[in-house]
């Protein structure tokens, strides 16, 4: 750049100079012409310097300005001349010199001589000086025009230049690339500043040199770098790139991706060598981290028992691991499912998959997909959206499951078919029920009958043992077929409008003289809000009660036993009422809570020989209370007692409009805050 300002100060400089020769030669050609001028006016007179003439008048030089009017010489100034010593004068005898103006040529006789080539050719030389002057003026603009031309074609070119040079170091500061210029001719090299920031280098600890560099290359890679170089100086290739490590100021190794420029001569030899070194030590690390998610990835999924594939939004495989390649001989990658499976079934599946990417959730969908060898097989595919560089897929695994389909279809017969069996059973029992109790109904007929006759004292104890057996097979018996018919399905409750604080207090009044034989006191709570007549089957309610309120008196040696009803929650056409029946009995412990609603199961199997009982008091009170629409569960802690609560939805009654007159005064009972009773009120 320095030496192009030169150029276009020494272009100034030139010009400066030309225009000043243009001017002296036009102030020479000026003089020329003068001389020439004032020689032909000599000429046309015939006075020559230093030539004798005649005077013929002399006239006193005055103030007053001469008028010359000559046809061949004009001029505005007088033309004085000295004259030789020979020239006579009236004034001075001895005059050395004499100055006249002479007024015309008329005042001067020179003697006639011949006329010289210059004087004829006067004219001619004078024309062609002019003609010397024109063209030297017009060459001179020329070259001042070139010079113009010159020095702006210079100026752009210096401001491009300086831009670009701006630009290199602008580049140079946002880019972490360490560039560098191998001058090959000299073998040196120039870094930029960014070398020795990134490799972290001072600039005075860095030699100029390429066997410094080649130093510092890895030995492993060094051999493959300088080749790579080698290769490309002696061919004609123009630009070379390679990655290498290159050995850190700290001693450590950077990852280096390095590219190059070659500029060539006329001859083909390279003379410079432009490049960037790249340090991509931390994208290489990453690509070695994918690398190896890719590869376990892989792994994972070869070796994984499932079908996976991944599909584009064109429906196309885009990946399939290898248990489905070995399935699906010669594989489906680059394929569509209609591509190799039947119309109705592909239609059917690509549904599926558009199903997930559209709702963005996973599916769980069974296909059928048919193998190489003819036979087909169920699969169940989990299907899943994937996004993944800024691109949407379908992910799916897929489990076969035609072994366990199998087997569930078998199971599912052999389920049918025991309860079918189960059902017949049932079925059985419940038509049986009026044959097994008709003979035990007779027997406690008649042993009643017996009983209120004159028999002997021993006899009549003997009628007494055989009516309490009678009565205890004839309780067994019921229960039995009670859950034969729930298990049958043809258990139909019967609800009709009842009282239900009359019903608890029929159960507590019927169970009252068993409970004070143990001492216990038995004792019912009911809530002032329950409605006097709700729509209930009275029996299976009534027997539930009994169930419960039995059970904890039977298993409760001392404190009490507590019948608590509640309203739960009102609605428009019913209300749900809270049942819990509370006792001071052993408890039962918490692995054993599911246990007691199982059919023949109790909590103690001691306990069956010493309280007695079939153990499906519990199971059927839990199915009843299922049919009213509730749920028996059982809270318990060992030592403290036990509490069997459940629900039940009754109906409301719909109670006709009495049209303004005042409700009976039997209903306006049930409005009492609490009813408390204990035993028979």
């Known amino acids: 750049m320095k030496s192009a300002m030169r150029s276009v100060s020494s272009g100034k400089q030139n010009g400066y100079r030309g225009w000043l020769c243009g001017c002296l030669a036009v102030s020479f050609t000026i003089a020329c012409g003068e001389s020439l001028l004032g020689r032909a006016y000599a000429d046309s007179t015939g006075t020559r310097v230093g030539q004798a003439v005649e005077i013929v008048r002399v006239t006193p030089v005055t103030n007053r300005k001469p008028d010359i009017q000559d046809a061949q010489i004009r001029t505005l100034h007088p033309l004085r001349l000295i004259l030789a010593s020979g020239t006579k004068a009236n004034e001075n005898p001895n005059p050395t010199g004499v100055s006249s103006i002479l007024r015309s040529h008329e005042d001067v006789k020179p003697p006639e001589q011949a006329l010289g080539w210059l004087e004829r050719h006067t004219r001619t030389v004078l024309s062609v000086a002019l003609a010397l002057i024109v063209a030297v003026l017009a060459w001179l603009m020329v070259l001042h025009r070139r010079l113009l031309r010159q020095n702006e074609t210079i100026r752009r070119r210096l401001e491009s230049e300086a831009a670009l040079q701006q630009r290199f170091e602008y580049a140079q500061r946002a880019t972490n690339d360490a560039l560098w210029d191998w001058n090959v001719a000299t073998n040196q090299i120039w870094r930029s500043e960014s070398f020795y920031a990134t490799f972290g280098y001072a600039v005075g600890e860095v ?237 406690l007929g008649m042993t009643s009958l017996a009983m209120e006759t004159d028999s002997h004292e021993e006899q009549h104890e003997y009628l007494s043992d055989v009516m309490t057996a009678a009565e205890s097979l004839l309780s067994i018996l019921n229960e039995i077929l009670d859950l034969s018919k729930i298990e049958a399905g043809r258990l139909d409750l019967d609800p009709a409008p009842v009282s239900v604080p009359d019903i608890v207090k029929d159960v507590v009044r019927l169970l009252e003289p068993a409970a004070a034989k143990k001492s216990l006191h038995l004792a019912g709570n009911i809530s002032s809000d329950i409605p006097d007549h709700l729509l209930v089957d009275s029996l299976r309610l009534r027997q539930v009660l009994l169930n419960l309120v039995g059970n904890a008196i039977k298993f409760t040696e001392e404190g009490s036993v507590d019948v608590d009803v509640h309203v739960e929650s009102h609605e428009e056409n019913a209300d749900c009422l809270r049942f819990a029946v509370r006792d001071t009995g052993p408890g039962i412990p918490r692995d054993k809570m599911r246990l007691i609603f199982e059919p023949f199961r109790q909590a103690d199997s001691s306990t069956t020989r010493r309280h007695g009982g079939t153990g499906l008091g519990l199971t059927i009170s839990a199915r009843l209370v299922e049919r009213m629409g509730g749920r028996l569960t059982v809270d318990s802690e060992l030592g403290r007692g036990s509490v069997f609560s459940f629900s039940a939805r009754m109906a409301k009654v719909p109670t006709p409009s009495t049209d303004g007159f005042a409700p009976s005064p039997a209903r306006l009972w049930g409005y009492r805050r609490v009813r408390q009773f204990a035993g028979i009120s």
């Open 207 to 443: 030699e100029n040199s390429v066997e410094w560099w080649r130093a510092r290359v890895h030995p492993d890679d060094r051999s493959r770098v300088e080749a790579s170089l080698r290769a490309a100086a002696e061919g004609s290739v123009e630009t070379v790139s390679s990655e290498y490590r290159f050995r850190k100021f700290d001693g450590s190794y950077a990852s280096v991706y390095d590219r190059a420029y070659v500029l060539r001569g006329p001859d083909g030899l390279p003379k410079r060598v432009i490049g960037a070194m790249m340090d991509f030590s931390v994208l290489k690390l990453t690509e070695l981290a994918l690398q190896e998610a890719q590869v376990r990835f892989s792994a994972f999924m070869d070796n994984s028992p499932t079908y996976a594939f991944i599909k584009d939004l064109d429906g196309r495989y885009i990946y399939t691991n290898k248990m489905l390649d070995a399935a699906l001989v010669p594989g489906i990658r680059g394929l569509t499912a209609f591509d190799w499976l039947p119309a109705e079934s592909a239609k059917l599946y690509t549904e599926f998959d558009q199903q997930v990417l559209s709702t963005g959730e996973t599916g769980e969908f069974i296909e059928i997909m048919p193998m190489p060898d003819g036979t087909r097989r169920d699969v169940l595919f989990l299907k899943f959206p994937v996004e993944a560089f800024g691109q949407r897929y379908l992910g799916a695994v897929g489990i076969d499951i035609t072994e366990r389909r199998r087997a569930q279809e078998a199971l599912q017969k052999a389920k049918e078919a025991a309860e079918e069996a189960n059902r017949a059973k049932s079925e059985f029992l419940a038509n049986m029920s009026h044959e097994i109790r008709t003979p035990m109904n007779a027997i």
